[in-house]
């Protein structure tokens, strides 16, 4: 068994930055790159492209810059890669890489693809309740997309075990990617709820990325962090019993001290003793948390509670359409004219018969950020966008708001500067819900693929 | 003395659907007993009023200096629903920093940012 595990972040989010990604491969020392990719709507967002794009793949858009920035550092030392990348279509992204690892003259590395977490045509049979408003599942039949459920380490130990050099998941929990390689290398038990709480409570520290090393995190003059351009992203080096260190690849900018990772253990928890995963229940309580060394951060005992009998299930409705759009007043009075194109607007909404569910006219500089918690009593701003945004059931409605923004260029107020419309301002809506299914009824599958 | 949270604590804010967390943790262990006394969740809702419409629930982490504060019904409807522009509440955080708190002056030299 290893004294020390090394695990990196390769990714917090699909839109996440590469660079910092290959540095952790190129730094050559990590057993584990773990990329993590699937937000809240991601996986619907990918079944409704699908549905409109039979060409899409359905797994992560950048897996190529992905892999080809990683893959031949990971290769020359024998870093394994753990990756949820795969989104609706873990198989064919599996396939992709083997694709590239051929490309660069890896033959033999079996790569797992882990399945089993969409459950979109069982989902009414398996689930009841919506959690967030008690209401039951079925309500959701009309408009659902998609359903997924959040799979735990399980699944990628076994792929492990089978020999996977890679593994490429669809929805897996975050936390769990990072401690898979722990379950793996350290021997723990499923059941073993010390362990994994400790495990996955890392797992948590390093599944936001540079969260933890600087990112999200400054504030001149209170909170100053060197070479904020050049952040790196986080690397555990975790003991057998669960406890790490946290630190980053030396030379690059951020920082990792007590309070990034403070602020990063208790991002997204709610009761901080009981953070629920798939794997296990952490309970961040007990930490102990020690600055041993510039850019170090000891982490020790965080706890773990028995896992509960239910996986959450995330299911994605499509909700109607968003109708966006801004302009803007600069100079002496520029409140004073935008809050004279509000009212325009609201006439105009009245006018043209707007069926929403919400409309919300802000002032960019004022209060479109805090809304009505902004003080009424702030000095004039000298410039001012006027951002308006409705909510409605149809696309034909939610277009609307843009095409009055439009009438604001010669028939609105003095001196409105304002954008030829050169991009949609429409968006849809998914709706994400929550519920939960009984672990058992559930059956991750693992298929291999060779290069 | 009167001083802002800014110079006590720093926060940082998460989203999940329509709930919002938002922790506030001590610059320094001298300055959290007073944070913890006087931050408490009625004081952090009524500083959120218009924005925060439903409960709002406080877990102390006395081990860690910190209070985590999960703001429900914070996020205009749940992040793809909502029609404010930062959707996740990403800046919600940074509101719990111009809270009002009374400062015993020994504390002084704790205090960040002065």
């Not at chain 1, 359905?58 to 989104?87: F, H, S």
Request: aromatic letters at 8%; one cysteine or more; glycine letters at 10%.
């Amino acid at each position: 068994m290893k004294n020390t595990l090394r695990i990196g972040a390769g990714s917090a989010w699909w839109g996440d930055r590469v660079e910092p990604a290959a540095l952790n491969a190129a730094r050559n020392d990590l057993d584990y790159l773990s990329f993590e990719t699937i937000a809240e709507a991601t996986v619907s967002a990918a079944q409704v492209r699908k549905r409109r794009d039979p060409a899409f793949p359905g797994y992560d858009t950048y897996l190529d810059d992905r892999m080809q920035a990683v893959l031949p550092a990971c290769l020359e030392r024998g870093t394994k890669i753990i990756t949820n990348q795969g989104w609706i279509n873990p198989e064919g992204a599996a396939q992709r890489i083997v694709h590239w690892l051929r490309q660069l003259g890896a033959r033999g590395v079996k790569v797992a693809a882990v399945s089993g977490s969409l459950i979109t045509e069982r989902v009414l049979e398996l689930t009841d309740t919506i959690l967030e408003n008690g209401k039951p599942t079925s309500t959701l039949t009309e408009n659902l997309v998609s359903a997924e459920v959040y799979l735990g380490a399980e699944p990628i130990v076994d792929a492990l075990k089978q020999g996977a050099s890679i593994v490429i998941s669809g929805r897996v929990a975050d936390p769990s990617i990072f401690m898979a390689p722990m379950m793996y290398e350290f021997g723990w038990d499923a059941l073993d709820h010390q362990h994994l709480g400790r495990g996955n409570g890392i797992g948590h520290l390093l599944e936001c990325g540079a969260q933890v090393t600087g990112g999200y995190f400054a504030d001149p003059g209170f909170k100053d962090v060197p070479e904020p351009w050049n952040l790196a992203f986080p690397i555990a080096e975790v003991d057998p019993d669960g406890n790490a260190v946290i630190t980053k690849v030396a030379g690059t900018g951020g920082a990792v001290n007590l309070q990034t990772v403070k602020e990063q253990m208790f991002y997204e928890v709610h009761d901080p003793a009981s953070y629920i995963t798939p794997d296990v229940v952490v309970d961040f309580t007990t930490a102990k948390l020690e600055q041993v060394g510039a850019n170090r951060v000891q982490v020790s005992g965080i706890s773990g509670k028995p896992r509960t009998p239910t996986l959450k299930v995330s299911i994605g409705c499509m909700e109607g359409f968003i109708g966006e759009d801004m302009f803007f007043y600069a100079g002496a009075g520029a409140l004073r004219r935008a809050q004279l194109a509000k009212r325009i607007l609201e006439e105009r909404f009245k006018i043209v018969k707007l069926q929403a569910e919400e409309v919300r006219i802000d002032f960019l500089g004022v209060n479109a950020i805090h809304g009505a918690m902004s003080p009424a009593d702030q000095a004039e701003p000298y410039e001012v966008a006027v951002r308006v945004a409705a909510r409605c059931r149809t696309r034909e409605e939610a277009i609307k708001v843009g095409r009055e923004v439009d009438g604001m260029a010669v028939s609105g107020v003095a001196m409105t500067g304002k954008r030829v419309p050169h991009q949609d301002r429409t968006r849809e809506i998914i709706g994400v819900w929550s519920s939960l299914v009984a672990r058992e009824k559930i059956e991750p599958k693992v298929s291999f693929y060779e290069s | 003395m009167k001083t802002l949270l800014q110079h006590v604590a720093h926060a940082r804010s998460g989203d999940k659907g329509n709930t919002s967390n938002i922790c506030v943790m001590a610059y320094a262990p001298e300055l959290y007993p007073m944070l913890k006394e006087q931050l408490t969740a009625e004081r952090f809702k009524a500083h959120y009023a218009g924005v925060v419409k439903g409960k709002v629930d406080r877990y102390p982490v006395d081990g860690l200096h910190a209070l985590n504060f999960v703001a429900h019904e914070a996020l205009g409807g749940g992040v793809s629903r909502s029609l404010c522009l930062d959707y996740y509440g990403k800046a919600l955080a940074a509101r719990i920093l111009s809270f009002e708190l009374e400062v015993p002056e020994a504390l002084k030299p704790h205090l960040r940012g002065l």
